[in-house]
């Protein structure tokens, strides 16, 4: 699934699309991992399976992306993520808590975005609390670390055909945030705080 990834941002390479990660040497190694990230396009899961696949990111992701997209339905499918209603809470909160077990025990990270939806300008959204709530609960170990995601929706500005040429993706990492030390509303206040304010309009 990673070279499948690779392939994948190599085909967007031929558009003149490139990819930056900044601050990937602070994301903490050998402990569980909460990345939450603002949500831009489809191509920001492509581009940090491969980037961060060190990390065996598995994501929080609406039931809607689990057919019908070549490579991230599959991925999605079989890859260890959770497919979402995002219509029906009692059915999201046990696959949630069953990931966040899942990395808690096995040292291995989730990404969530908690925005619900992508972002078809760049412009943020307001976060949704619940389903990092239930990650933070169950994972008492991790870190939460925050991503910026700037100019990943100008890949689909005008819809799944013509791509966006010459797009330069950047993935920005914060500081980390050990769940231990905070209580999930300072939390989740710092989270949106510092990932918001990197986003580039």
Same mark, same amino acid.
């Given at each position: 699934?990673?070279?499948?990834?690779f392939?994948?941002?190599?085909?967007?390479?031929?558009?003149?699309?490139?990819?930056q990660?900044?601050?990937?040497?602070?994301?903490?190694?050998?402990?569980?991992?909460?990345?939450?990230?603002?949500?831009?396009?489809?191509?920001?899961?492509?581009?940090?399976?491969?980037?961060?696949?060190?990390?065996h990111?598995?994501?929080?992701?609406?039931?809607?992306? &689990?057919?019908?997209?070549?490579?991230?339905?599959?991925?999605?499918?079989? &890859?260890?993520?959770?497919?979402?209603?995002?219509?029906? !809470? =009692?059915?999201?909160?046990?696959?949630?808590?069953?990931? !966040?077990?899942? @990395?808690?025990?096995?040292?291995? !990270?989730?990404?969530?975005?908690?925005? &619900?939806?992508?972002?078809?300008?760049?412009?943020?959204?307001?976060?949704?609390?619940?389903?990092?709530?239930?990650?933070? =609960?169950?994972?008492?170990?991790a870190?939460?670390?925050?991503?910026? @995601?700037?100019?990943?929706?100008?890949?689909?500005?005008?819809?799944?055909?013509?791509?966006?040429?010459?797009?330069?993706? =950047?993935?920005?990492?914060?500081?980390?945030?050990?769940?231990?030390?905070? !209580?999930?509303?300072?939390?989740?206040?710092?989270?949106? =705080?510092?990932?918001?304010?990197?986003?580039?309009?």
């Open positions: 699934m990673d070279y499948l990834n392939f994948l941002v190599r085909c967007t390479n031929l558009l003149g699309t490139t990819y990660f900044e601050n990937t040497e602070s994301i903490p190694k050998n402990v569980p991992i909460i990345f939450v990230a603002n949500h831009q396009s489809l191509y920001d899961i492509v581009a940090i399976i491969w980037y961060l696949r060190d990390f990111c598995k994501f929080v992701s609406k039931k809607e992306l &689990g057919k019908g997209i070549p490579s991230v339905s599959y991925n999605l499918n079989h &890859g260890g993520s959770v497919l979402i209603d995002r219509k029906d !809470s =009692k059915q999201a909160i046990p696959l949630i808590k069953g990931l !966040s077990e899942y @990395i808690e025990k096995n040292t291995r !990270s989730a990404l969530i975005f908690p925005e &619900g939806t992508r972002s078809r300008t760049g412009q943020p959204k307001s976060f949704a609390q619940s389903g990092l709530k239930i990650l933070c =609960k169950h994972a008492p170990s870190y939460v670390v925050p991503i910026t @995601i700037n100019n990943s929706w100008k890949m689909v500005r005008f819809g799944a055909f013509p791509m966006g040429l010459g797009n330069r993706l =950047k993935f920005t990492i914060h500081q980390p945030l050990k769940v231990s030390e905070f !209580s999930f509303e300072e939390l989740m206040e710092q989270t949106e =705080k510092v990932v918001v304010e990197g986003i580039q309009i």
